[in-house]
Structures are given as structure tokens and as C-alpha cells.
């Protein structure tokens, strides 16, 4: 019985472990750190919210959203030229979306705080599926239908998660590591039972 206990419980540790480093990667996809989006959660126009820290750029560009092919949209650093008016993209503070489009909150780099939103071209006559406009910051497109991603003052909601995350996969790592002993010693006491007998 003793035997059966202890390997419910760590069936059971296992797939919570599991199941924990699941749901908090479905809650960290809007913040660009998904590992494998599990949930099949999008954005509109096929872009995509990453996070590009040392692993995979130096200087860290931080939270970057790309499109459909992988090209990058928007991220610290990035320069949008509209017509006359452009910014360099110095952090991206927040994003809201609906269905058909996205806004970027940002930074520029003379510290001004600027709107950037992305929409689906309707005319055919453009090589791009994507039109980028520079907003007003007290523009009224910014209505209730939009979901908002604060980016900013999440932080430390993102390092918890991120913890939460890695705590689940080591958890499932020592639990498999222990269910692997506790198989070797039994199978250990087995062998030495035949031959004792």
C-alpha cells in the first residue's frame, strides 16, 4: 500500500507540475514569453507578441511584436517613418487589440509617449497587407472593445509567473529524478529478494 502512495503522489506532482508550467505559459503569451502557446492564443493580423532578451539579441531589445513571416514590427529601437512624421521606438509601454487591429503604446526616443496602430490594407493596390499609422496621443481609438497588455507595471507579475514556471519545471524534474531512485531501489530489493531466496 505504502508502494501505491508514493507513486500516486508523484504521478499526481508530475502532472501538476505539468500542468502549472501549461497555464502560466497560456498566461505569459501576451507578454512575449510563451514558450509553446499551448492555448493558441493571437493577435489580429497574424502578428505575434516575443520577448528578445540576451539569448537572442545584445543590447536586449525587450518586448517586440513581429508578423506573420517573422519580420519585426515593432521594438525598442525600431524607427516608423509615416509620411513627414517618425519615432524611434525607445520602449514600448503598453498594446491594446480587437479583432482588426493593434495599437502600441510607446516611448520615443526624446521620451515622448506616442501611438502607433496597425491595421489590414482593404485596398488591393498596396505590396503590403499591413497599414501603419502614428496617432495622436489623444486619439479617440482607444475604445472599450479593445483589449489593453501593460507591459510596464506588469513586471513584477512577469517575474512571478516566470519563477512560477521555472519552479514547475524543476518540480517535474525532481519528481521524475525520485520516481527513477525509488524504481532503481526497488528493483534493487527485488533482485536481492530472488536471491535470497
Known sequence: MKKLSIALFIAAFAIISVF??????????????????????TLPLGLKPDYWDSRVVFPVKGFTIIDKFGFVLF???KRITIDNDSIEINEIIDYSFNDDS???????????????????????????ELLI???????????SNFKRVNLKNNQEEI????????????????????????????????THARRSL
Open 159 to 190: 517575474d512571478n509567473y516566470e519563477q512560477l514556471r521555472t519552479g514547475s519545471v524543476f518540480g517535474f524534474i525532481f519528481i521524475t529524478i525520485v520516481f527513477l531512485f525509488e524504481s532503481y531501489i526497488m528493483n534493487k530489493r527485488r
Open 102 to 128: 493593434i495599437i502600441i503604446t510607446c516611448i520615443d526616443a526624446y521620451g515622448v509617449i506616442r501611438l502607433v496602430e496597425c491595421t489590414k490594407i482593404i485596398d488591393k493596390q498596396h505590396d503590403s
Open 75 to 77: 521594438q525598442k529601437g
Open 20 to 41: 502549472l508550467f501549461l497555464f502560466i505559459d497560456c498566461k505569459m503569451y501576451y507578454y512575449g514569453e510563451s514558450k509553446y502557446n499551448i492555448c493558441k492564443k
Open 133 to 143: 499609422k502614428i496617432l495622436e496621443t489623444n486619439s479617440a481609438s482607444l475604445k
